[in-house]
């Protein structure tokens, strides 16, 4: 079972940019990997996938032209890169992982899926 660490969370103004990291304690290349976002009071929505073998991505509309999602197996990490922050974006993210699930099933949790503990991130002036 693989187990994943979030960072790069923090406060950033509306406009701005962070780069968040999803680290694997083990190789992740056999594993689709998934941004995931939940604010206070909303359901969890997958934002961004990236698939295990191929690099095809998934981009959810309200991230889409915002956020870039891209893995590195060498160093066992995933990013999702976000640009043009709102205030919107306020909520915990997650990334997650599921062994050679495809992007959609991923984004859809329709796969069964290991879970990060999660990285605040606060788009606030």
């Known amino acids: 079972q693989v187990q994943l660490v979030e960072s790069g969370g923090g406060l950033v103004q509306p406009g701005g940019s962070l780069r968040l990291s999803c680290a694997g304690s083990g190789t992740l290349a056999y594993y689709a990997i998934g941004w995931f976002r939940q604010a206070p009071g909303k359901e969890r929505e997958g934002l961004s996938c990236i698939s295990s073998n191929d690099g095809t991505t998934y981009y959810a509309d309200s991230v889409k032209g915002r956020f870039s999602i891209s893995r590195d197996n060498a160093k066992n990490t995933v990013y999702l890169q976000m640009n043009s922050l709102k205030p919107d974006d306020t909520a915990i993210y997650y990334c997650?992982?599921?062994?050679?699930?495809?992007?959609?099933?991923?984004?859809?949790?329709?796969?069964?899926?290991?879970w990060g503990q999660g990285t605040q991130v606060t788009v606030s002036s």
């Open positions: 997650a992982a599921a062994p050679w699930a495809t992007v959609q099933d991923m984004c859809n949790m329709e796969t069964s899926i290991y």
